[in-house]
């Protein structure tokens, strides 16, 4: 019994010298503060990180990603597209002889929610437009949820000849406007690559022919893949479900070739150069139109055909956030 | 044995209890700022949720913050220094642990200059550093305040030729910690 008993105290003992050893050694103060680090850690991971630049700009090629302008802050958009590769050397120095041009402004009036603004050379249009990013991806959320409505209105004179070749007449104003709404879902799904598809529907008031429909219903996929910190590959494509092939429609579009239905998909492939305040977009894509009912539902151009255009988008922030800047001082 | 356990433990409580004298000081909204000078351009940026805290008894400190918390005037430079500059995907944390070398009172009031040395780690590199700073200490709280420079070429922070005249080879840090109870 006592001799069971100095043996336990012996235990003890060594144990105390152990844990005193322990308890100076580097080893614990490293442990300790370690243990401070894991309790922050603990601490911040309670709150999502959310994930950033998905996308360099707020628009892809031709139509919006899901990135918004941060609150008060201010971008400038210039945008030419060129005339078609395949309009000849003498005669349009390959395309580079004309172009379309939209100038478009879009302010942050939170870090979620823009309003854009735009005039396009092409049908003389004006647009109207606001996206707000419903849901951020960030470590408890797979994607960002945008949705975006815009407006336009066309404004060349009546009895203008479209670029399908039909003859367009506006009676009234109201039929000079049309409407579109989208819905951008985006992953990043590393840092270097991000993917986007993007529902449409638009709306136009009136349509060049009774047999089309008002409506256009299309879907978009696009997405980028960053070469370098600074280098961007882009690809945009929208398909638009028109009901182009029906047998029952009075007026058949697949049946005669001359008025064979005059709109295409629109498919385009870039680059972005990002350079500090500037983001420099290259691009070819058979459509011509930089507005979405334009480029959506009514594209007339074809990659087969070789109706391919170069372009450029080139977006310059600016930042009025003083609140931001006084901040620190 | 069962005895033995029992003593073991105890030794254990009493190994853990040294902490018994000593208090952990912590907050979860410091402010720490960075600055970076040049002829072109001034860029400063502030991060208002970081996390620090202070054994008072140990005198162990550490301090965490996400880079993605870093404010920015200019919401581009933001992206850009996350993106291109810091790589917070990659490296989404800068940390220091370390441990306040003066034999401080803390639980006396005053105003006492410090110095901690440790490991600070910006762009998932490690570099030991000592940071001087200063503590006012008063009856319900600790109140830190630090600077000290970075190199950026010493955490692998590489600037492009083209905007090398915009950011500064040297940044300075400073930061401001309430340190509650």
Redesign the interface.
């Known amino acids: 019994m006592i001799r069971a008993f100095s043996t336990?105290r012996l235990?003890?003992a060594s144990?105390?010298c152990l844990?005193l050893f322990?308890?100076t050694s580097p080893w614990k103060?490293a442990a300790?503060?370690?243990d401070?680090?894991s309790?922050?850690?603990a601490?911040?991971a309670k709150?999502p990180?959310?994930?950033?630049?998905t996308f360099k700009a707020s628009r892809l090629i031709n139509g919006q990603t899901i990135e918004t302008v941060?609150?008060n802050?201010l971008n400038f958009w210039i945008s030419h597209r060129f005339g078609a590769v395949n309009s000849g050397f003498i005669a349009n120095f390959f395309g580079l002889d004309e172009a379309k041009i939209r100038l478009g402004l879009e302010y942050g009036i939170t870090?979620r929610w823009l309003v854009g603004a735009g005039r396009s050379s092409l049908e003389k249009t004006y647009d109207l437009y606001s996206k707000y990013k419903v849901l951020r991806q960030s470590n408890k959320m797979p994607v960002t949820v945008t949705a975006m409505a815009g407006w336009g209105i066309n404004t060349m004179p009546t009895g203008y000849v479209m670029e399908s070749g039909a003859t367009m007449k506006f009676d009234n104003n109201i039929e000079r406007y049309s409407y579109w709404s989208q819905l951008l879902v985006a992953r990043k799904f590393t840092?270097k690559l991000s993917l986007q598809l993007m529902p449409t529907l638009i709306h136009i008031n009136k349509v060049e022919n009774p047999s089309m429909s008002n409506q256009v219903l299309a879907l978009g996929a696009g997405g980028r893949y960053k070469l370098s910190?600074?280098v961007t590959l882009s690809a945009e494509y929208y398909h638009s479900f028109v009901d182009s092939e029906d047998e029952d429609d009075d007026y058949d579009y697949a049946d005669d070739q001359d008025t064979a239905y005059p709109y295409r998909d629109a498919l385009s492939f870039g680059v972005d150069i990002e350079?500090?305040?500037h983001v420099f977009q290259f691009h070819l894509t058979n459509a011509r139109g930089m507005v979405e009912k334009q480029f959506i539902a009514q594209n007339v151009g074809s990659w087969g055909k070789g109706d391919i255009f170069y372009g450029f988008n080139i977006a310059r922030?600016f930042?009025f956030?003083k609140a931001?800047?006084n901040?620190?001082k | 044995m069962k005895k033995s356990i029992l003593i073991f433990s105890f030794f254990l409580m009493l190994g853990s209890g040294l902490s018994f004298g000593q208090t952990l000081y912590r907050t979860s909204v410091g402010e720490v700022s960075f600055f970076s000078k040049t002829p072109a351009l001034d860029i400063e940026a502030l991060n208002k949720k970081a996390g620090a805290i202070l054994n008072s008894g140990t005198r162990d400190f550490a301090i965490q913050m996400k880079i993605t918390d870093f404010q920015f005037p200019n919401k581009l430079m933001q992206e850009h220094f996350n993106e291109n500059y810091l790589e917070s995907e990659k490296f989404p944390t800068a940390k220091f642990a370390g441990k306040i070398t003066e034999e401080v009172d803390l639980s006396k009031l005053g105003t006492y200059p410090v110095t901690a040395t440790g490991n600070l780690t910006i762009h998932g590199v490690t570099k030991p550093v000592t940071v001087k700073g200063t503590i006012v200490a008063s009856a319900t709280q600790l109140g830190l305040t630090f600077a000290f420079n970075v190199r950026t070429e010493d955490y692998k922070i590489e600037v492009p030729t083209l905007v090398f005249n915009k950011i500064a080879e040297v940044i300075e840090v400073k930061g401001k910690l309430s340190l509650m109870k």
């Open positions: 336990q235990l003890a144990v105390l844990l322990l308890g103060v300790a503060q370690d401070l680090l309790m922050l850690d601490e911040q709150e990180t959310y994930t950033i630049a941060s609150k802050h870090d840092e910190q600074r350079t500090g305040g922030t930042s956030d931001a800047r901040a620190h």
